[in-house]
T-cell receptor
Framework: EPEVTQTPSHQVTQMGQEVILRCVPI?????FYWYRQILGQKVEFLVS????????KSEIFDDQFSVERPDGSNFTLKIRSTKLEDSAMYFC????????????FGPGTRLLVL | DQQVKQNSPSLSVQEGRISILNCDYT??????FLWYKKYPAEGPTFLIS?????DKNEDGRFTVFLNKSAKHLSLHIVPSQPGDSAVYFC????????????FGTGTRLTIIP
C-alpha cells in the first residue's frame, strides 16, 4: 500500500539554525500538508499546498517557515532560524483530489532544538 | 483553541467489550468529521469519517455517530481487541474550501486482555 515517507526521522539542531524537513507524498496525490505536535499537545495544522502554492496557513506558520515542492516527488518544510519552541513532531500529509478523500499522514520527523 | 475537545484523556476497556470514545466541537460550520488512530512514533492513521449529511457510518468493528444538534461525535469499537490500544484523535474540517484538519487532544485507549 502506498504511504507517505518522511526524512529524517529525528533531527537535533542548535537554536538559530536552519532545518529542512523532507516528505515524499503518495505519488498520485495533489494536496499536501504539514502539521506539528508539540509533546503532550494536540496535532496542529501548519500549512496546506496545492498547485504549487500555499492554499491555507495557520498563524503558527510565520515568516520563519516556508514550503516547497522542488521536484515532482518531494515536499519540504524549511524553518529558517529555529527556536526552542519549534521542538515538536512534524507530520507531512497528502491526499488525492477525489471527493471526500482523507489525508494520509507520514510517520513524522522529531525535531529537537537545543 | 478549544474548538474540538476530547474530555477523556484515557480509557480502559476489557477485551471483547465495546469502547466508546467521545468528541465535542463548537463550530457549527464543521461538516466533515474523522477519527484517526496513532501509535507511538508513528503518524496518525485514518480510521473512519462521516459527513454532516449522515448521522452514522460503519466500517467493520468501527462505527462513528454524529449528533449535529449536540455538536458531538463518538466512535464505537466492538468488539475491542488488544491491537486497538492506541491514542485516538477526532478531527474536523469545513470540507469544501477549507483544507485544514482541526484535531482534538486525543484519548489514550487501553484494551485489557
Amino acid at each position: 500500500e502506498p504511504e507517505v515517507t518522511q526524512t529524517p526521522s529525528h533531527q537535533v539542531t542548535q537554536m538559530g539554525q536552519e532545518v529542512i524537513l523532507r516528505c515524499v507524498p503518495i505519488s498520485n496525490h495533489l494536496y499536501f500538508y504539514w502539521y506539528r505536535q508539540i509533546l503532550g499537545q494536540k496535532v496542529e495544522f501548519l500549512v496546506s499546498f496545492y498547485n504549487n502554492e500555499i492554499s491555507e496557513k495557520s498563524e503558527i506558520f510565520d515568516d520563519q517557515f516556508s514550503v516547497e515542492r522542488p521536484d515532482g516527488s518531494n515536499f519540504t518544510l524549511k524553518i529558517r532560524s529555529t527556536k526552542l519552541e519549534d521542538s515538536a513532531m512534524y507530520f507531512c500529509a497528502s491526499r488525492s483530489d477525489r471527493a471526500e478523500e482523507t489525508q494520509y499522514f507520514g510517520p513524522g520527523t522529531r525535531l529537537l532544538v537545543l | 483553541d478549544q474548538q474540538v475537545k476530547q474530555n477523556s484523556p484515557s480509557l480502559s476497556v476489557q477485551e471483547g467489550r465495546i469502547s466508546i470514545l467521545n468528541c465535542d466541537y463548537t463550530n457549527s460550520m464543521f461538516d466533515y468529521f474523522l477519527w484517526y488512530k496513532k501509535y507511538p512514533a508513528e503518524g496518525p492513521t485514518f480510521l473512519i469519517s462521516i459527513s454532516s449529511i449522515k448521522d452514522k457510518n460503519e466500517d467493520g468493528r468501527f462505527t462513528v455517530f454524529l449528533n449535529k444538534s449536540a455538536k458531538h461525535l463518538s466512535l464505537h469499537i466492538v468488539p475491542s481487541q488488544p491491537g486497538d490500544s492506541a491514542v485516538y484523535f477526532c478531527a474536523v474540517s469545513i470540507f469544501f474550501g477549507n483544507e485544514k484538519l482541526t484535531f482534538g487532544t486525543g484519548t489514550r485507549l487501553t484494551i485489557i486482555p
